[in-house]
């Protein structure tokens, strides 16, 4: 889990068809093998990147970070590699505030991103491929 998840401003679930959810409110999107359907596979997204990338050259945008938007301590504190991990991120407008392990990381105020799509995105930096991105679950609920 050493690569980067990219997760934009999310208001709604736009553009996915998603699977009922056991909790009111929420549309479970991704669960284990299933889901991954829901995404359409698309190229340069301008969005919020928020970070799983623990060994991320600049750490003050590695895991639980919002890079080029809201640090985290240097060295990164927040340690994502070999496990599970929960990443909980609530967008409304403009305000963003991100949960790693149900520990707050960042929150900010910027209205660049207040609406629209959100992506799921994987990325090497160019580097030969590495350890695997799992998704266990991924829901989304309009606030």
Known sequence: ??????????????????????????????????????FDQIGD???????????????????????????????????????????EISAKGGNVVVFFNGVQTVEMVNSKFAQGPFALQFGNHGKAPGDAIKWRKVQVKPL
Do not use: H
């Open 1 to 38: 889990m050493k690569r980067l998840i990219a997760i934009a401003a999310v208001t709604l679930a736009a553009g996915c068809t998603g699977m009922d959810s056991k909790l009111a409110g929420w549309t479970t999107l991704i669960e284990g093998d299933k889901g991954l359907e829901n």
């Open 45 to 87: 997204a301008n969005s919020y990147e928020v970070n799983i990338y623990d060994a991320r050259p600049g750490q003050e945008y590695s895991t639980g970070a919002i890079v080029d938007f809201a640090r985290v301590a240097v060295p990164g504190p927040y340690k994502a590699a070999g496990r599970w991990n929960t990443l």
